[in-house]
């Protein structure tokens, strides 16, 4: 049974450009999230996609966007790049009802030049 | 609101001794809690959570964790440290929904022989 599986590993972009990561979700899991990981800090909360809407989103601005597609895969957007942005970008997937723990995938380490 | 405080941000113990890390949470309701470890350049992995069940929960690889109500902390313990737990550790705090999952600002537990 695979895990949550993410997309590149590592990317660099320069300032200004845009940047798609990729997520697949832990099968049986229809519910993805998406966190930030700055370098020596605990994961924020970026947003969550649940039946292809977001559902909750964190405080991020609209640079970040996201989508969800009818196999539960998610997509994380970041337009304009700031340098800021670097970071290691973690996707966790659950499933339905209370008390679902989310599992999360290794994370894509983007780092912006 | 929920926040999550992690009171030490690196404790350091011998082999075969003890290990303590501390979390404390905030919740306007009845959380769950959870006990995320991440290994250099590696994934979060789950080591246990409490969702109101039995306040003394046992998780993955010896460790254990209290959940007090009244003191509003959630204590990760292991009687005897390895070398291999030497990571990050993050406390999670999320609503019963595993939702508004809020992460502290983690510990580095270093294990020395």
């Known amino acids: 049974d695979a895990g949550v599986t993410q997309s590149p590993t590592h990317l660099i972009k320069t300032r200004g450009q845009q940047v798609t990561l990729r997520c697949s979700p832990k099968s049986g899991h229809d519910t993805v999230s998406w966190y930030q990981q700055a370098l020596g800090q605990g994961p924020q909360f970026i947003f969550q996609?649940?039946?292809?809407?977001?559902?909750q989103r964190g405080n991020f601005p609209d640079r970040f966007s996201g989508h969800q597609f009818p196999n539960y895969s998610s997509e994380l957007n970041v337009n304009a790049l700031l340098l800021g942005d670097s970071a290691l970008y973690l996707c966790a997937s659950s499933g339905l009802g209370s008390q679902e723990t989310q599992y999360f995938g290794p994370g894509t380490r983007l780092l912006v030049l | 609101a929920q926040s999550v405080t992690q009171l030490d941000s690196h404790v350091s113990v011998s082999e075969g001794t003890p290990v303590l890390l501390r979390c404390n949470y905030s919740s306007s309701y009845s959380p769950s809690l959870f006990w995320y470890v991440q290994h250099p350049n590696k994934g979060l992995q789950l080591l246990l959570k409490?969702?109101?069940?039995?306040?003394l929960v046992k998780g993955i690889n010896g460790f254990e964790a209290e959940f007090k109500k009244s003191e509003t902390s959630f204590h990760l313990t292991k009687p005897s440290a390895h070398m291999s737990d030497a990571a990050e550790y993050f406390c999670?705090?999320?609503?019963?929904?595993?939702?508004?999952?809020?992460f502290g600002p983690g510990t580095r537990l270093s294990v020395l022989p």
């Open positions: 996609y649940y039946e292809e809407e977001e559902r």
């Open positions: 999670v705090v999320s609503d019963l929904w595993g939702q508004n999952f809020v």
């Open positions: 409490y969702t109101s069940a039995a306040t």
